[in-house]
């Protein structure tokens, strides 16, 4: 009774991470310390497919203690028996929390705060991300000690796997009795330090990176308050960072103290997507909102929520895609300097980078005005109908190259000919309807302003996902925002914007709108092409109609 229990450990790894690899140098390092070890994975499928777990125990008793007998160890884990949790995604170790395998007055969790979206996180329209500060409370409430960090940040600095990093969160944390430097020898397989390989090397860099962190014994309660804190998204935080960093421009002066923030990044933004005139346009637009919203609300009770949503979406929206912008975000410096860092090049290797673009009728015609776009358009569509594809001119650009480079700085030089572009004309006119929703919806009720103002989120993406928002959006405005009753309207327009970002097909919001009491969308009918087809004994009909999806 009096024997000692084995050491156990869970290493929970996704596909292609390493975690088999991570468990052979567990292993080896507990072999070269004198320790007996055993593991067992067990693969499986999860979220994202691929994951599989690793089990290990090890006996804290060196093998010649033991005199010649030999432990029994136990091949899975057992609920709430776990000494470590060892996990490469933040995601992955709540599902195993929440499948009971730890226990709060035991389990010490070493995880990444690194997340690999699922699929059901993708589909989703709108930000469909798991809260990351949920998942760390539920780490923080069932852990004895947690440490957790982005171990994939840690990995591509150091030009290693995740793996590695594991095994060095592992070897600081003090959980197994081995010393450092048969971990160590593990890694590089037996060599010494100057035999190692290069993968070895680089390896050895992550563990040693990742033994500092942990082996400090910093908890990570600064980090974890942090995230907790509401409104807790990692965009959020960088963006909070930055407009603090930034002064206040003089026109944010204009506006109370919580809409600074965010009124602050979107002028820069503007100002760096055209320019000053453009990011003016943006303020004063701004201000009819905050004109409205202090006559809807004197005392400001609601914290200014709708001219700080407003500040969002009207800058993201104002500052739409075309190929200019596209340009310009392709040949800057800072590009070229983060594919250097996530490549890694050697100085004696020659780095090329490719951009692949396929611009069609859509985007030329944005940068011309409306009488030679309709022309261009009515020629595209005439193409279709004659069962042809739509016109597009697939490029591939060196951008390392001085004539890519050339030719992609001289399209972003292009800003002039947005302004005088239909796409350019024709954003504005729906920017200013839905504008002009906002500020009557707040004029007749807070709640509806807001409600009208939280629709800039249907706005998103680009080519058939873009126009699809701004029908929506059209749709919700002139069917759901003129109701007679300004609390039911608020509610019917939540309703809708919801179930808009829910299917991405738009039969949810379909229903939605019936059931309302509002028309459903027009369906625009799909363009019929022929295709030609050769001359046969059994079909001598050489012009068949197919739907292009």
Excluded at 89 to 98: F, G, I
Excluded at 105 to 119: F, G, I, Y
């Amino acid at each position: 009774m009096n024997a000692p229990t084995p050491i156990t450990l869970l290493v929970c790894a996704l596909g292609g991470e390493g975690g088999g690899v991570l468990t052979e140098w567990l292993v080896d390092t507990a072999r070269r310390a004198g320790f007996p070890a055993q593991a067992t994975s067990i693969p499986g499928v999860a979220q994202r497919t691929g994951a599989t777990t690793y089990y290990i125990e090890v006996l804290p008793v060196p093998l010649a203690q033991l005199q010649g007998r030999q432990p029994v160890f136990s091949l899975s884990p057992v609920p709430g028996g776990l000494d470590a949790l060892v996990s490469s995604e933040l995601l992955e170790t709540a599902r195993q929390v929440t499948n009971g395998l730890v226990a709060p007055e035991r389990t010490l969790v070493l995880s990444s705060t690194a997340r690999l979206l699922t699929t059901q996180e993708r589909m989703q329209l709108a930000d469909g991300r798991t809260d990351p500060a949920e998942l760390l409370k539920l780490v923080q409430a069932f852990s004895r000690e947690h440490q957790v960090f982005d171990m994939n940040a840690v990995a591509k600095d150091c030009g290693t796997v995740v793996s590695a990093v594991l095994l060095g969160a592992i070897a600081g944390s003090g959980l197994l009795p081995f010393e450092r430097r048969f971990y160590e020898e593990s890694v590089r397989g037996g060599k010494s330090a100057e035999q190692a390989a290069a993968a070895a090397q680089a390896s050895l860099r992550g563990f040693a990176r990742a033994f500092e962190i942990v082996a400090q014994r910093k908890t990570q309660t600064a980090f974890v308050q942090q995230v907790l804190q509401p409104q807790a998204r990692p965009g959020a935080r960088d963006a909070s960072a930055v407009a603090r960093a930034r002064p206040v421009p003089a026109p944010a002066e204009a506006f109370p103290e919580p809409v600074r923030e965010m009124f602050t990044l979107g002028h820069d933004r503007l100002v760096e997507y055209h320019d000053g005139g453009y990011a003016a346009l943006y303020a004063q637009r701004l201000q009819s909102v905050l004109a409205a919203e202090r006559q809807a609300d004197p005392q400001g009770a609601h914290g200014f929520a709708i001219t700080r949503e407003m500040a969002r979406w009207l800058a993201l929206w104002m500052a739409f895609d075309d190929i200019v912008r596209v340009a310009d975000l392709k040949s800057r410096a800072s590009r070229w300097q983060r594919v250097q860092r996530e490549v890694k090049p050697a100085d004696a290797d020659l780095l090329k980078v490719y951009d692949h673009f396929k611009p069609g009728v859509p985007e030329f015609a944005a940068l011309l005005p409306e009488p030679l776009a309709q022309r261009l358009r009515g020629w595209d569509r005439r193409r279709v109908l004659a069962g042809r594809e739509p016109w597009a001119l697939p490029l591939k650009v060196g951008t390392h190259t001085v004539g890519g480079m050339l030719a992609l700085r001289t399209l972003a030089a292009l800003k002039g000919l947005r302004v005088r572009g239909s796409r350019f004309a024709f954003e504005q006119q729906m920017i200013a309807k839905w504008l002009d929703g906002v500020v009557q919806g707040t004029r007749r009720d807070w709640a509806l302003g807001h409600e009208i103002a939280l629709c800039g989120r249907l706005i998103k993406g680009y080519g058939a996902t873009n126009e699809r928002g701004k029908d929506n959006l059209l749709h919700v405005l002139d069917h759901l925002a003129g109701l007679p009753d300004a609390a039911a309207a608020a509610q019917a327009i939540g309703a809708a914007r919801a179930a808009a970002l829910a299917d991405d097909a738009g039969q949810a919001l379909d229903a939605t709108l019936v059931r309302l009491g509002a028309p459903p969308r027009e369906v625009k009918p799909q363009p019929i092409r022929f295709v030609r087809r050769p001359r046969t004994r059994e079909s001598v009909d050489e012009r068949k109609p197919h739907t292009v999806i």
